[in-house]
């Protein structure tokens, strides 16, 4: 690494740490130091674009196998027809006009001895410090007879794209009386609160276009996210239509086998279903390089100093997003964007050797329950000590409650769609491609 001048990549470290992305002409001209990136979701490519947007003559790294990113969050909205497939479809061509080099490849291992990623297909990258955001990864075996070969027929859609697409078309294409099954996975897993909003604008779905169908939630847990409200919804929208099997203490409703020749799908108390369409969510971990790259615990899921989301195993590794073990902050884009945010600041600190800015992380996760009815939930998180453990502490916390007037409802609604927009241009950096010369935008 070359030299890095402290004084002006503390000047960085500030002017992000203030939300201000001015770029003295100063910060442009010293800044040295290569941060390499796996991952360009919310959480890495928020550190990418943060980064490069304070300090330009930081060298920053984007592998990410994909040219486009379809995002999880607001698929529930294009499955139950709300939104269209190009609507949750952007372009890295805002990181790239940024100046950020985005490897379109996928990243296969990292040797922290020698500080390198490996790629697939490329030599490898070197890195000062690596962030690593791959989000989930899906435990197939978790549930007998299903697998890769299976979520074709019967998708979970718990990753964009190819995944939401697919049960798109199958809710299409299933005849009207048919069941569609939900099978909800049992705590930690990504966006505590989706299988409850998918039901929802399924069910409404249905509604419109087959409106003798039902749908069927099969839940491993006793309890979940939102709770009250949805089952409101679920009664005043669709009583007709969703029906909600929680675990209890007598039947164990976690999916156990699923055979997709049949559509049968079986729960551990032993109820057979047999399912039009079958939405199997399976448990989850940190994405795989994670895993193999010695980040994660035991369980799947990787540890992290709350204080800066340092890897708390491999040293100079920062993993951000899904694949943390964050505490009770949710695994959402909207705890990926801000845990990113408080990264690419710890990463400028650390590589001037300046003071660290203090942690402070938020989220907010909105459901949609109907058109013009949505409802949310999120809180504040700060290290400090929770339940004997140096964690994060939520603070702050709300949550929409049952009995709300129609134009709240509404209000969250458009609240929701507003910060999707907020959201996806800050992460892709929607303003700087509108300055690309043939006006594409990402
Ligand atoms: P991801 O978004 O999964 O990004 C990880 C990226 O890493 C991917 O692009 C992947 O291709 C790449 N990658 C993986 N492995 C490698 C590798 N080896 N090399 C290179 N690249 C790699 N969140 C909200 O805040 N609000 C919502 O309303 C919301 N709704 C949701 C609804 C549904 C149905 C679902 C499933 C999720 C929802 N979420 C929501 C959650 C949100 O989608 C995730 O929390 C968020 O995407 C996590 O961001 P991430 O960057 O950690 O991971």
Known sequence: MRAIDRRQLGQGLVALSL???????????????????????????????????AVPDLTVTLIEP????????????????????????????????????????????????????????????AYDRLVVAPGIGIKYDSIEGYGEAASEVMPHAWSGGHQSRLLRERLVAMEDGGLVVIAA?????????????????????????KPRSKVLILDAKMAFSKQAVFEEAFAKYYKDVIELRLTNDLDDMAVARVDPATGEVVTKSGETFKAAVANIIPEQTAGEIALTS??????????????????????????????????????????????ARAVAGHILADLAGAERPAAAYRNTCWSMLAPDDSVKIGADYAPGDLKGKHALVPSNSFISQ?????????????????????????????????????????
């Not at 991952?39 to 550190?47: D, F, L, N, S």
């Not at 999880?72 to 479809?89: A, K, P, Q, V």
């Not at 909003?197 to 779905?205: P, Q, S, T, V």
């Open 402 to 442: 049952t009995g709300e007037s129609a134009a709240l409802r509404k209000e969250t609604y458009e609240e929701s769609l507003a910060w999707y927009r907020t959201l996806t241009d800050d992460i892709f950096a929607k303003s700087a491609s509108a300055r690309l010369p043939n006006g594409r935008r990402g």
């Open 66 to 125: 994909q040219s486009h990113y379809t995002s999880c969050f607001y698929s529930n909205h294009y499955i139950g027809g709300f939104l269209s497939f190009d609507n949750i479809t952007n372009t890295y061509a805002g990181l790239t006009a940024l100046g950020i080099d985005v490897v379109h490849a996928r990243a296969t291992a990292i040797n922290a001895e020698t500080r390198e990623v490996k790629i697939e297909g490329l030599p490898p990258v």
């Open 185 to 209: 996975p049992r705590n930690p897993y990504r966006c505590p609160p989706g299988p409850y909003e998918r039901a929802c604008l399924i069910a409404n779905y249905l509604q419109r276009d």
């Open 294 to 339: 010695g980040l994660a615990e035991a369980g799947g899921w990787c540890p992290i100093l709350p204080e800066s989301f340092r890897s708390a195993k491999v040293e100079d590794v920062y993993v951000v997003g899904d694949a943390t073990i964050a505490a009770d902050m949710p695994k959402s884009a909207f705890s990926a964007n801000s845990q």
């Open 19 to 53: 939300g201000v992305l001015a770029r003295p002409r100063q910060l442009r001209a010293a800044a040295r130091g290569r941060v390499v990136i796996i991952g360009g979701g919310p959480g890495g490519a928020t550190v990418a674009v943060m980064l490069k947007r």
